[in-house]
């Protein structure tokens, strides 16, 4: 329960290692911040921040996703950085791997979904986003 917040609008605010998250993770900051610990449990991420988070662990929490601003990115050009689950996607959601990757998750919000790595990203849901 309760909230675990990195950052507070600014460049700083950070950890290292894994994350058993069992209530909310909120990424909360401006610039491009890379995580790659992983997160587990039954908790929700949160991207708050203006900037970019960058996801290069493969998830296992089952909690939903939500991004409010900014760009949540999973991988950073390799063959990790995924998410199961679904997406409230206001900013946006970026795939940066270089295999074939499938998601899942239903994607949903006004934010758009970016493909920006050399793989292939395969969604399999009905999503409903706009952006």
Excluded: E, K, P
């Excluded at 949903?108 to 920006?116: D, N, R």
């Amino acid at each position: 329960a309760g909230t675990l917040q990195l950052g507070n609008r600014g460049t700083s605010g950070s950890i290292t290692g894994d994350v058993t998250n069992n209530g909310t993770l909120a990424f909360y900051r401006t610039d491009s911040y890379t995580f790659a610990g992983t997160i587990s449990g039954s908790g929700a991420v949160n991207q708050l921040g203006s900037g970019t988070t960058i996801l290069t662990a493969d998830n296992t929490y089952a909690g939903v996703t939500t991004i409010s601003a900014g760009t949540l990115q999973l991988g950073n050009g390799g063959t990790s950085g995924s998410i199961a689950g679904n997406v409230i996607d206001n900013g946006t959601l970026a795939f940066d791997r270089s295999d074939a990757v499938t998601f899942a998750g239903v994607i949903s919000g006004s934010g758009a979904v970016s493909q920006i790595g050399t793989g292939t990203t395969i969604l399999t849901a009905d999503n409903t986003y706009a952006g």
